[in-house]
Each structure stands twice: as C-alpha cells, then as structure tokens.
C-alpha cells in the first residue's frame, strides 16, 4: 500500500513538472511571437503607436504632450541641480551645515 501511495505521489509530481515545463515553453514562444511582430513593426515604439493609429488615436498630439513633459523633466533636474551646487557652495562658506 505504501508503494502504492509512493508511486501515486511520484505521477503527481512528474506530470506537475511536465505540465509546469509545457507552460513555461508556451509562454516562451508567446513572448518570441510578440519580440518578431515588435521587429517586423520597426520596435516596441512603433508597433505602439501602430495600435493608437489603429485604434482612432492621433499620435502627434501625444508625441507633443510627451515632449512637454520630457522638456519640464530636464528644466527640473537642472533646476535641482543648480540648488544642489548654491548648497554646496554655502556649505563650503560655512554659511548653512
């Protein structure tokens, strides 16, 4: 009985790591299927904005907006690092600890 029990318990485990191995090759080839279609597209970029044009979207207007903010993020960095060296620089004075 105890054999029996063993070799229940051994199937069990030996189809979980066949079925855990199928999976893992599917989504494998799932993700290999969307890299080629992103390439075939010209990049994960493009094939995204391929999907708004589809989909009714007007990229431009996007592609502004996301200037803006990427142009506010630079100003702000530069901004934080301008006070980062006035810091510096009154730390060095003795000015502020």
Known sequence: MFREYIDIINESVNE???RGVQLFLESLNQD???EEVCEELGGTEAAIK???VENGYDITEIEEKAEVLEEA???EEDF???IDE???QLKKE???D
Do not use: H, S, Y
């Open 50 to 52: 391929q999907i708004f």
């Open 32 to 34: 290999l299927v969307l």
């Open 16 to 18: 979980g790591a066949n």
């Open 94 to 96: 003795g000015i502020v």
């Open 80 to 82: 934080d690092a301008k």
């Open 73 to 75: 993020e630079v100003l």
């Open 86 to 88: 006035v810091l510096e």
